[in-house]
């Protein structure tokens, strides 16, 4: 029991850190927070995600490149240009290391304006800070594990940040109905999206990034959205005014 509530526990918390601050803070700004809140979710950000640690600026130029190039070949994470999740993985992780290491430069129109730490992404970008942490998830499935199976999970603790890109990337590109034309492939793949906090409401998301809940319909529900709702009534962050122009869906409303 201890395994799958520590499971559970480190899959939402990792997933809500990428939803929250690295896509929803970092890459679009949809919301502002003093140096100080900016800090702690720093932070929260590395020890939630541990050993796949994904460092806040890098994260958001590569989105910022997905949106604009979405379903393309310049489109850093497209499953119609990857034979499968593995390889579209890998190439993901190229592109992020390049942009993370300063070995590509990119556009102007995709750099600035997020949140910076260099001394915490040099400790959670480093072998030393990543090993650690696989070792700590190890030396907890030794102590509490009461079947083999349960070590089967621990690939994911390893790649968690990563896994959750994939899932959102592959399945929000091709699988599930659209409530807008995007020209683009995104979809929306769950009615009910718990499993990855909001995040595979892709077509609603493409079509209003700037639109903090990601869900559309009134059956659309965006677990992320009611948590931040609640950060912004207690002040801890702000919630910017967003202008929508009316989009046309192809479905009723």
Do not use: C
């Amino acid at each position: 029991m201890a395994i799958l509530i520590f499971f559970v526990l480190h899959w939402y918390l990792s997933l809500f850190v990428q939803t929250f601050f690295l896509h929803r803070y970092a890459a679009h700004k949809m919301f502002t927070m003093n140096p100080f809140w900016e800090k702690a979710f720093y932070l929260l950000t590395y020890t939630a995600q541990g050993s796949s640690f994904l460092s806040p600026r890098a994260y958001a130029i590569l989105h910022r490149m997905h949106h604009a190039f979405s379903d393309t070949e310049r489109d850093p994470h497209s499953p119609h240009y990857s034979n499968n999740a593995f390889t579209m993985m890998w190439k993901t992780k190229t592109i992020y290391n390049d942009v993370l290491n300063h070995r590509v430069e990119p556009e102007r129109r995709f750099d600035g304006d997020y949140p910076l730490w260099p001394a915490l992404e040099k400790i959670g970008d480093s072998k030393i800070s990543r090993i650690g942490w696989g070792v700590a998830y190890v030396l907890f499935y030794i102590a509490f594990a009461t079947q083999w199976w349960m070590f089967l999970l621990l690939p994911l603790h390893f790649l968690m940040g990563p896994v959750h890109g994939a899932i959102v990337n592959w399945s929000g590109h091709k699988y599930g109905y659209q409530n807008f034309d995007n020209n683009d492939k995104s979809r929306n793949s769950l009615f009910f999206d718990f499993l990855t906090g909001g995040e595979l409401f892709q077509n609603n998301h493409h079509k209003l990034p700037n639109r903090v809940n990601f869900g559309v319909k009134w059956w659309e529900v965006d677990p992320t959205w009611p948590v931040i709702w609640t950060l912004d009534k207690l002040s801890i962050i702000k919630l910017k005014p967003v202008k929508v122009k009316a989009a046309r869906s192809k479905v009723a409303a």
